[in-house]
């Protein structure tokens, strides 16, 4: 009997690499009232589509412009990345309350986290959000969110709201206008 000494090629093994494909990680849902904004809320959700795996957009039954149309496109291009969006219409949150705009988005996800945006709001280091995305003790995660002030004119306002919690924990949007989960 002849020895066989079988080709095998061996390297280090890239850890990274073996994580990324075998380690569990938890899926975001991505969640957004629109109206008439046709110029911004494709930047919006492409901002945090490295970020998300599923997008749900409630579009104001009032929405006079392309809204609803970019959606579909966008959809499709999304579908491309695995990523699932869909489109829902609801009464205008002027009639029923921006928080009852942002329930009808939220009862419609299916993830493991909400993360909510404005559709004129722009999500900045999202890759940086993928490591908080596990098992452990925290039910949401707050962020800074500048917005421009009108009082004194041309100052930068910061403030923390919860923009990312976990789904399925009885979390439920409060407040006619500035709602908060």
């Not at 850890?15 to 849902?29: A, I």
């Not at 409630?58 to 966008?74: F, I, Y």
């Amino acid at each position: 009997i002849s020895s066989l000494k079988a080709p095998f090629i061996t390297s280090a093994i890239d850890y990274e690499r073996k994580l990324k494909y075998l380690k569990p990680r938890q899926l975001v849902s991505l969640n957004m009232i629109a109206k008439d904004c046709e110029d911004t809320v494709i930047h919006a959700i492409n901002s945090a589509s490295d970020l998300v795996d599923e997008v749900i957009v409630a579009v104001d039954n009032t929405t006079g412009d392309g809204t609803k149309n970019l959606l579909m496109h966008e959809a499709l291009k999304l579908a491309d990345k695995d990523i699932k969006m869909e489109i829902i219409n609801i009464e205008s949150p002027l009639k029923t309350g921006f928080s009852e705009a942002r329930n009808s988005a939220l009862d419609r996800s299916s993830l493991d986290w909400i993360l909510w945006v404005d559709s004129d709001e722009v999500v900045n280091a999202g890759e940086n959000v993928r490591r908080l995305l596990k098992s452990n003790q925290f039910n949401g995660y707050a962020t800074r969110h500048h917005h421009f002030s009108i009082d004194p004119p041309g100052i930068m306002k910061t403030d923390l709201p919860l923009r990312l919690f976990r789904n399925n924990m009885g979390i439920k949007f409060h407040g006619y206008i500035h709602e908060h989960p």
